[in-house]
């Protein structure tokens, strides 16, 4: 398997390809990782995802600067400044429904990325840095990467996590729809002072200032790390405007680089080309005002890998590894308007608007694919998991020491919850486990696929026939 792109959607399908037991190279054309800290928010979902490859415990260590800094805040400037009251969910989803095994963290793009490089080479990933693939060409056989002066490599399939401008997607002359450019183009300035005296006990996540002279949202990287985020134009001087939304002298403050971006909204027509699949920013683009670029790229190597495991092992047919553009595309085309809801309405709950966990806790239900549906489709404005197919499995925890999630039970291989007693399903395909829940009736059973995603829901006798079904589906 090859991976182009080193970003952290390549890093993790890396992670995943390696989790379900396949060789992959990973090829980053960069020397390092991203110098940027960019993505921050890693929603409960995308905890999951490393929660299953054993990752979870080391990124939050890692997040432990931003550990306190959930609140949101707003001031004049930030010596001014004052917390806002900690976010509740709408609806009684937060008190009633135990949403997931994880929590979301904040984690800078730059301190995340080499924690996900050192895991994929301690998994035996060949991740090679400083490497350019300059074209790409694929055949029955697989696919040719031409790597310049570091030669050539012959790999059964690739992902394309190469980014939002995607060579590979241009090269393969897959096209983009959606709305384009959302809003003025914006400015992040990267910087670090000291501000530990003036933050101290009003730690935030962002902090908006209001100051007519230097308005813009300050966010927190960790430790004496910023950005501030401005509209307006790039040739200003940073320094004094920044010392103008700090409200202090900040004299140690340094600025590290001043990058000038357009919120975008664009979505990939194929997720997919023969061998090629194209995967995070090279698939979707969206604004991060609901903070799920990264979040929705780490759900779509989460969805692939397990397909391509299968694929190259031989226990599938075509139509598996075509369900990743069906269900996948949708799922792009669900976070990248939605986050274009809110660039254009912050903070709206207006009609369309999803429940925040139906964006962070893997709600999105996927309506064709590999799975049965029922044809009955879940709201979006509301989280009540009810285990209905296409949709993740509802988080329950299975023992009274609150260890083991119903999530736990499926990945790397399929699962099956049964309502009531599990006995007699020891099957080695098929991992059973006892589930009597509200959303599961008694005598029914839930299919769960390698990515936590409920194929199906029937009875218990029939699930072993529905899973080889789904695997060696023909087409989509
Ligand atoms: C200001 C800002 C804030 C954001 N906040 C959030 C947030 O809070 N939460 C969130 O989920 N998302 C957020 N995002 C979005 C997030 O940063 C992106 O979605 C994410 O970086 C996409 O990761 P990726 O791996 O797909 O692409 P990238 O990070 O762009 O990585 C692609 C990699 O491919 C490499 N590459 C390209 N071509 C080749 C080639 N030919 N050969 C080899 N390598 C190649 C590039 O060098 C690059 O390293 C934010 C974005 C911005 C700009």
Redesign the pocket.
Known sequence: MLV???????LTAALLLRHHGLDVTL????ERT?AQP??????MRSLEVFREIGLAATVREAARELADHDHMATGRTLAESAQLPLWQPPGGAGETVEVSPELPCLIA?DVLEPVLRDAALAAGADVRFG????GIKQDEDGVFADLGEHGQLLASHAIA????????REALGITRSGRGAVGEPLV?VYFSADLDDVVRGREFNLCTIEHPDAPGVLVSIGGVRW?F?AGGPVDRDWPRVLRTALGIPAPDLEVHSVLP?QPEMLVADRFGDGRVFL????AH?MP?FA???????IADVHNLAWKLAAAIGGQSGPGLLASYDAERRPAGWFAAEQSTMRADDPGGTGPGHAHPYVLAAGGFQYREGALVGDGVVEPVDDFVPTGRAGTRIPHLWLDDGRSRSTLDESGPGWALAVAGDPDGWTRPELLAYRLVADFLPAGQALLVRPDDIVAWRGDPGDALKVMRRLMSLEQM
């Open positions: 182009v792109g080193g970003g952290l959607v390549g090829l980053e054309k960069r991203s960019k993505a921050r928010r890693l929603h793009q490497v350019e693939v300059v996590a190469d980014g939002a401008r995607s060579p590979i992040s950005v985020m971006w995967a995070g920013d090279a683009v991060p903070a799920s670029g990264a979040n929705t790229g």
